[in-house]
């Protein structure tokens, strides 16, 4: 087999040395899927080791780690990180402990906030004007997003236009994206067949190389140039400056499982199979629910005791009766 020869395909740890110290850096992921598990652990590993790199800025949009020791969690100690501005800080409770003590700068706000605020940082605005927040934590008026004491600055400012109330969160520079697809070839386009979705990581690209940075990409195979489906390419070469193959460990689809068929669209489990909710007060309070949903709805799902609302509606046979977003 020839070698596979390329400048963008380097190890995790070479990867890791291109992460400067005080960058500010963006990292993909929801929950336990499209985090990049192999680059986050090398970068634990280095400051552990040689203490580099270290007084970082971490962004990330959704919740990214298993509860434990995974995801996010990798990177929470007092000197390698600076500050975290994250949407959601449940699932890394190492570094919400790192906040807690008024051990790092931190920030929560709304996911879909930073997600799009990914975007407005790659088309150079100056930052995001949205309603959402208004009158809750994330208003500057009450704490402005901000977690303990040691968190001064302020990211978000009340504005106002035509006589309308808004948040004005401010963009700013990001100096390494780390994203994470299924399939690169060596000039670093990237797949994301495998993926439980594509999830922000072109606009989190998009943003570093408009902020003049660099994107890391982690994936799980290598193929050939010119092998690629062109319409399976989610974040293309030009965007992409280097690639690190993953030991299969660290490439798992979900925190949960290796690879399920069915969560990346490959294929879909038979409706009589799927495991069904114990009658329990969970299950009363979703069939509750259930009533106030009639067919052809439009349905936001949330996280936790709304998912047994989707089990109930397919239990009761009416899933393909309304939308789900």
């Known amino acids: 087999m020839n070698k596979i020869i390329s400048s ?60 434990k020791n995974r995801g996010i969690n990798h990177l929470a100690y007092k000197g390698l990180v600076k500050r975290v501005i994250g949407g959601h800080w449940g699932l ?14 931190a920030y929560n706000f709304p996911q879909g906030v930073i997600s799009n605020l990914f975007r407005d940082i790659a088309a150079g605005r100056p930052g995001h004007i949205t309603h959402i927040g208004l009158n809750t934590f994330v208003d500057p008026r009450l704490e402005g997003g901000k977690i303990n004491k040691i968190t001064n600055e302020d990211l978000v400012c009340l504005i106002e236009i035509n006589g309308s109330e808004w948040l004005y969160y401010k963009a700013f520079n990001i100096d390494v994206s780390i994203i994470r697809g299924t399939t690169s070839d060596l000039e670093g386009n990237i797949t994301m067949e495998r993926e439980v979705g594509s999830l922000e990581m072109l606009e989190m690209a998009q943003a570093a190389k408009n902020s003049n940075g660099i994107v890391i990409a982690q994936v799980q195979r290598i193929a050939q140039n010119d092998t690629l489906n062109p319409w399976f390419v989610k974040v293309p070469g030009i965007l992409v400056d280097f690639v690190v193959l993953a030991e299969p460990k660290n490439h798992w689809q979900t925190f949960a499982e290796i690879y399920n068929p069915s969560l990346s669209g490959e294929i879909r489990i038979p409706d009589t199979i799927l495991p069904q909710l114990e009658l329990n007060e969970r299950k009363i309070i979703a069939l509750r629910a259930l009533k106030e949903i009639k067919d052809g709805d439009i349905v936001n799902l949330g996280i936790g005791m709304p998912e047994g609302v989707s089990i109930v509606a397919q239990e009761k046979g009416i899933l393909n009766k309304i939308k789900l977003t």
């Open 8 to 67: 963008k395909i380097i190890s995790s740890r070479e990867a890791v040395k291109k992460i400067k110290n005080g960058a500010t850096v963006a990292i993909g992921g929801f929950v336990g899927s499209g985090h990049p598990e192999e680059i986050t652990s090398a970068i634990e590993e280095s400051f552990l080791k040689d203490g580099v790199p270290n007084n970082l800025t971490i962004v990330y949009a959704a919740g990214q780690g298993d509860g």
């Open 92 to 105: 890394a409770p190492k570094m919400a402990a790192l906040a807690i003590n008024n051990e790092i700068e």
